[in-house]
Nanobody
């Protein structure tokens, strides 16, 4: 059973930066495709970025491309999301998600961390 614990959220002014972390346990981290999603109040959860298990290739939603960077430290079983040039519309609960690269039914979510961008 994979457990995911996010941290690093908080209140930041527009134009500011934050780094989110997601620590995974209970599975071989290198076998997991890792993603960040977010959900703003009254909206559906949306995909933000992915970093794959093999090779570490990445993709981003258009809304965050050029501002957010997803990365992983396999030695620390940790996923990161570096967020820069934050906008009020980035305000949401951010979730990490793990999917096994061979067994996609093995699909796990963290509990989320709140990011609020406001002056």
């Amino acid at each position: 059973q994979v457990q995911l614990v996010e941290s690093g959220g908080g209140l930041v002014q527009p134009g500011g930066s934050l780094r989110l972390s997601c620590v995974a346990s209970g599975f071989t981290f290198t076998s997991l495709h890792m993603s960040w999603f977010r959900q703003a109040p009254g909206k559906e959860r949306e995909w933000v970025a992915v970093i794959r298990a093999l090779g570490g290739s990445t993709n981003y939603a258009d809304s965050v491309k050029g501002r957010f960077t997803i990365s992983r430290d396999n030695a620390k079983n940790t996923l990161y999301l570096q967020m820069t040039s934050l906008k009020p519309e980035d305000t949401a609960v951010y979730y990490c998600r793990a999917v096994h690269f061979l067994h996609p039914n093995n699909d796990y979510w963290g509990q989320g961390t709140q990011v609020t961008v406001s002056s």
